[in-house]
T-cell receptor
Framework: DSGVTQTPKHLITATGQRVTLRCSPR?????VYWYQQSLDQGLQFLIH???????AKGNILERFSAQQFPDLHSELNLSSLELGDSALYFC??????????????FGQGTRLTVV | LAKTTQPISMDSYEGQEVNITCSHN???????ITWYQQFPSQGPRFIIQ???TKVTNEVASLFIPADRKSSTLSLPRVSLSDTAVYYC???????????FGKGTSLLVTP
């Protein structure tokens, strides 16, 4: 158990809809990262938040947005869903931004299926 | 993070030692080398990290030559359960984007 909790585990929704994925980081971790992993694809970095502020953006679509709340949990909002958005979405957390560690802890993911 | 290059896939038999090499020619002075393991439909798991020479833990060893332009993850006596994707990351800290790339898909067979 990594200590990172993602909900829901599975989500099936129709095209055009909007969904919210939730992530609770490990206790004390200030950083939250979101990733998308489609079938046969590597992990695609979407966005990174640190203590409520956006720190880095990857290939995140304009239809997607995220935020990190004062209690450090984070939500990833996906709107106008398309079939191609079907994927595993992972959240990861890590501690402070200090040097010397690339260690992050991943949740079990949310499997999104768009039909 | 520095750009890394690693093989797309590798095969091994149970009980053998597996070495996965990662090239990172543009590694910076303050960069660390980190490896993750990912099983199907699970999130990646940190397995080992090093700066120079050799690091060993209960899961793997990491060999880093003096010039640090490459590194080798060594898995001793692999079992079927070591079948996974292994990612090499190089960077100073996790403060920005952790880009994983496609990793090396290791298949262990009987």
């Amino acid at each position: 158990d990594s200590g990172v909790t993602q909900t829901p585990k599975h989500l099936i929704t129709a095209t055009g809809q909007r969904v919210t994925l939730r992530c609770s980081p490990r206790s004390g971790d200030l950083s939250v990262y979101w990733y998308q992993q489609s079938l046969d694809q590597g992990l695609q970095f979407l966005i990174h938040y640190y203590n409520g502020e956006e720190r880095a953006k990857g290939n995140i679509l304009e239809r997607f947005s995220a935020q990190q709340f004062p209690d450090l949990h984070s939500e990833l909002n996906l709107s106008s869903l398309e079939l191609g958005d079907s994927a595993l979405y992972f959240c990861a957390s890590s501690g402070n931004l200090g040097q010397g560690s690339l260690e992050a802890f991943f949740g079990q993911g949310t499997r999104l299926t768009v039909v | 993070l520095a750009k890394t290059t690693q093989p797309i896939s590798m095969d091994s038999y149970e009980g053998q030692e597996v070495n996965i090499t990662c090239s990172h020619n543009n590694i910076a002075t303050n960069d660390y080398i980190t490896w993750y393991q990912q099983f199907p439909s699970q999130g990646p798991r940190f397995i080992i990290q090093g700066y120079k020479t050799k690091v060993t833990n209960e899961v793997a060893s990491l060999f880093i030559p003096a010039d640090r332009k490459s590194s080798t993850l060594s898995l001793p006596r692999v079992s079927l359960s070591d079948t996974a994707v292994y990612y090499c990351l190089v960077g100073e800290f996790s403060g920005y984007a952790l880009n994983f790339g496609k990793g090396t898909s290791l298949l262990v067979t009987p």
